[in-house]
């Protein structure tokens, strides 16, 4: 949402400074400009990326328009799913565990936490951690660094996306200059016409390069660091269930689960101590 409402303030403050110092407005709405700038960007785009990653650039632009993410609520509701894994683990065995890790999509325990079943990598990467411990053998300190691994491949994986999207950005400025040169070059076959005509032409160059900085600093750039913002907090999420599957390795308590959860998460979403001790009271 704030994604929107900061495009709408840049388009207002550029335009309307620009209205107040009479200029005209249509002058700067030139299709053709958009059409070489907007176009060399997408094409940039697939020439450099495989449709993977197109397929995730999309998606996390999508999310980040969206405004979802990851906040308070959802680990409120992690660290919940935790205790009640804990507490199956300590009273029943890691044995019991394995009817919900092997067919998660049936497990009714994990259909009690809708917000973590419906991210897939979240369950697999839980579901594949504990698999480890109910298969047993591995030290809790080994399960840490295979999921520490697991964690560094993801954030090679994720970390493409964004830079991906930087790189468009920085060229952006350059190919408002390539339309504007097109359109100095469409002037300069003109050069004998009036000069009405003239100063046309080369203000509609000019709207190129206009148009090329203002996408890059005024949207690309800071939607480029708005999914970066989005990737640490879903990659904190990741570490969150990469301390709460260690602590259970480790045959804490239910509750020294959850606190041990607890900690990884970021001051700004993090539940106090009070309100997670008073649902596991209730528990």
Known sequence: MFVIIGSI???ASVLGGFVI???PVMVLIQWVEFLIIGGTA???????????NIKKIISNIIKSLSGVKINEKSYL???KLFYEIATIYKKEGAISLE???ENPEKSPLFKKFPFFFEDKHSVEMLCDSLRVVVLGGVPPHELEAMIDSALETHHEETSRIPGALAKVADSLPGIGIVAA???IVITMQAIGGPPEVI??????ALVGTFLGILLSYGFLQPLTTNIEILLEHEARYMHCIKAG?????KDFSPMIVVEVARKQIYSDDRPTFATIDKITRQK
Not at 42 to 52: E, R, V
Not at 245 to 249: D, M, Q
Request: neutral net charge.
């Open 77 to 79: 509701e992690l660290l």
């Open 245 to 249: 599957v260690v602590a259970i390795a």
């Open 21 to 23: 110092e009479g200029g």
């Open 199 to 204: 100063g046309h032409k080369v203000g509609v």
């Open 9 to 11: 303030v840049v388009i």
């Open 181 to 183: 040169v097109l359109g």
């Open 42 to 52: 997408i094409g940039a785009l697939l020439i450099g990326n495989p449709p993977s």
């Open 99 to 101: 009817k919900h890790i």
